[in-house]
Nanobody, 115 residues
Framework: QVQLVESGGGLVQAGGSLRLSCTAS????????MGWYRRAPGKERGLVAV???????NYADSVKGRFTISRDDAKRAVYLQMNSLKPEDTAVYYC?????????WGQGTQVTVSS
């Protein structure tokens, strides 16, 4: 079983920055992707950013140029640096690890951006 624990959420003013962290534990082998999704109030959960084991990345259009994903495989961690935050970035952010057709989710961390 894989467990994911996120940290780094909080309240920030518009234009500010936050850095989310997620660490995986459990039986993990082979290649896997790690990334972030978010669910805003009243909306479906959607992709924010994901990084494959080879380093390729995919970002939602709404965060390109503002958010940067990175990972440290030695620590089994993935990070999301969020700059120039906007009120519309307010959401619960979920870490995901995808491997062999299976997805594992963290419990989520709240990010609130005030105007």
């Amino acid at each position: 079983q894989v467990q994911l624990v996120e940290s780094g959420g909080g309240l920030v003013q518009a234009g500010g920055s936050l850095r989310l962290s997620c660490t995986a534990s459990g039986i993990i082998f082979g290649s896997y992707a790690m990334g972030w999704y978010r669910r805003a109030p009243g909306k479906e959960r959607g992709l924010v950013a994901v990084m494959a084991s080879g380093g390729s990345t995919n970002y939602a259009d709404s965060v390109k140029g503002r958010f940067t994903i990175s990972r440290d495989d030695a620590k089994r961690a993935v990070y999301l640096q969020m700059n120039s935050l906007k009120p519309e970035d307010t959401a619960v952010y979920y870490c995901i690890l995808s491997r062999g057709g299976s997805n594992y989710w963290g419990q989520g961390t709240q990010v609130t951006v005030s105007s």
